[in-house]
């Protein structure tokens, strides 16, 4: 989704240069820091690593309550890394979505800019 006149209008105030086409599409380039296959250590929220098709995929153990424990140990696993698009979006929104899906603020410890240590 590409971002609103408004969003695009705020970018320009800020001397932010929207992304290209090409970029947009292209993965956040997050730091791969887990470099053990992932059933051979012990992730924490957060650590990402590079699939063998090189897919970043990130690890996310829901830790804000917006979920029960049955809910959490059912979502608690690797996602893949959002595109820039995406991100880009979200950091002009006013909400952001959890790996789940559910939006939340930016700053909410599920949200994929948290995790992605971008707030």
């Not at 053990?36 to 309550?65: M, Q």
């Not at 893949?80 to 559910?102: H, K, N, Q, R, Y």
């Amino acid at each position: 989704m590409a971002l609103t006149t408004e969003q695009q209008l705020i970018g320009q105030a800020l001397g932010y240069e929207p992304l290209t086409e090409e970029e947009a599409t292209g993965q956040y380039p997050a730091d791969a820091d887990f470099q053990d296959a992932p059933k051979s250590s012990i992730p924490s929220t957060g650590n990402v690593y590079r699939t063998k098709r090189g897919v970043l995929r990130c690890f996310w153990i829901p830790t804000g309550r917006n979920y029960t424990t049955v809910e959490s140990e059912e979502l608690t696993g690797w996602y893949d890394v959002p595109d820039l698009e995406e991100i880009e979006e979200w950091t002009f929104d006013s909400c952001c979505p959890t790996p789940a899906g559910d939006d939340v603020e930016h700053d909410h410890p599920d949200s994929w800019l948290r995790i992605l240590s971008l707030v």
